[in-house]
């Protein structure tokens, strides 16, 4: 599947110089928010947001509202987002190995708890998993919440509207609003940037993250945090994160998003505190 693939060498061209230099004095604003401001923010209820919302939100354009016409990736990326934020919450995890070691790829995914997460779109893709049998793999599980199949018999899995439905959960959240906008053929409701601080907050946690504070190896970084590294860039909305930086620090925050892409997550996934079915969404991303 071609989108699944397609993200795995480097990363998309960088903003021209002027649009870079105008969101400049916006994240320098960002920059001088207090950092307790920003970690009691993160812990409130309103402003927590799951790794989609995360995802969808780097890739929102500001003012207009929606994401690129030209982004064919996010679509698949929001389903691996969707897949690892059930494993960070304890609802999936992979098959156990047996004396022969499979390939992450060729382990299937397990429902470990159906307790509900409170969240609609992670909840009805716990239900089509844990339903499902014989299990499928990673790599399968997002080509079927995606619609990318071409067995009509599991279209049904098909998770309908993610953006839309992510976008009113960030618009509950206060963090967007909605609009209706026209098209001369037609008119799109669009979800325009409202509460910019957040927006600031996790721009500058991406890129802190890749630049102050940096860790050399993948299993001391908050999973979390490198899960949406990868997700964001197999997305092909990690460059709207770092391109307000200097150039100093764009070239540094590249090259350490690359060390990242190179990593082979057979081997990081059998290190200890590794979540295993992170590193299998990752290799179906990257591989």
């Known amino acids: 599947m071609s989108s699944l693939t397609q993200r795995s060498s480097g990363l998309v061209q960088r903003r021209t110089e002027a649009s870079?230099?105008?969101?400049?004095?916006?994240?320098?604003?960002?920059?001088?928010?207090?950092?307790?401001?920003?970690?009691?923010?993160?812990?409130s209820k309103e402003t927590r947001l799951t790794l989609m919302e995360e995802v969808l939100l780097l890739g929102l354009k500001d003012r207009?509202?929606?994401?690129?016409?030209?982004n064919d990736c996010i679509s698949s990326g929001l389903r691996g987002c969707m897949l690892i934020e059930l494993a960070l919450r304890g609802r999936l995890q992979l098959e156990?190995?047996?004396?022969?070691?499979?390939?992450?790829?060729?382990?299937k995914v397990l429902c470990k708890s159906d307790a509900p997460t409170g969240d609609v779109l992670l909840d009805e893709a716990l239900k089509h998993i844990k339903e499902t049998?014989?299990?499928?793999?990673?790599?399968?599980?997002?080509?079927?919440?995606?619609?990318e199949t071409w067995n009509p018999l599991k279209l049904h899995y098909q998770l309908r509207n993610?953006?839309?439905?992510?976008?009113k959960n960030l618009v509950e959240k206060g963090v967007l609003t909605t609009e209706k906008q026209n098209f001369l053929l037609f008119d799109m409701?669009?979800?325009?940037?409202?509460?910019?601080?957040?927006?600031?907050?996790?721009?500058?946690?991406?890129q802190e993250a890749v630049l102050d504070k940096w860790v050399s190896e993948p299993q001391r970084?908050?999973?979390?945090?490198?899960?949406?590294?990868?997700?964001?860039?197999?997305?092909?909305?990690?460059?709207?994160?770092?391109?307000?930086?200097?150039?100093?620090?764009?070239?540094?925050?590249?090259?350490?998003?690359?060390?990242?892409l190179e990593l082979e997550p057979e081997t990081e996934s059998t290190k200890p505190n590794a979540n295993?079915?992170?590193?299998?969404?990752?290799?179906?991303?990257?591989?």
Request: glycine share 2%; aromatic share 6%; hydrophobic share 40%.
């Open 20 to 43: 870079r230099s105008a969101a400049v004095p916006e994240e320098e604003e960002a920059r001088r928010t207090d950092d307790n401001d920003s970690d009691d923010a993160e812990d």
């Open 221 to 260: 970084m908050d999973k979390r945090l490198l899960a949406l590294i990868f997700l964001a860039h197999s997305s092909d909305v990690l460059e709207n994160a770092f391109a307000p930086l200097l150039d100093e620090q764009y070239d540094l925050a590249m090259k350490r998003v690359r060390q990242l």
């Open 162 to 167: 993610v953006r839309e439905r992510l976008a």
């Open 133 to 147: 049998q014989p299990p499928e793999t990673v790599q399968s599980w997002v080509e079927l919440l995606s619609g």
């Open 64 to 70: 207009e509202g929606y994401t690129s016409f030209w």
């Open 276 to 287: 295993e079915l992170l590193w299998a969404v990752v290799a179906a991303f990257t591989k």
């Open 189 to 206: 409701t669009t979800h325009p940037l409202t509460n910019s601080t957040i927006k600031h907050r996790l721009i500058r946690k991406v």
């Open 96 to 107: 156990t190995n047996g004396m022969r070691r499979k390939a992450l790829l060729a382990r």
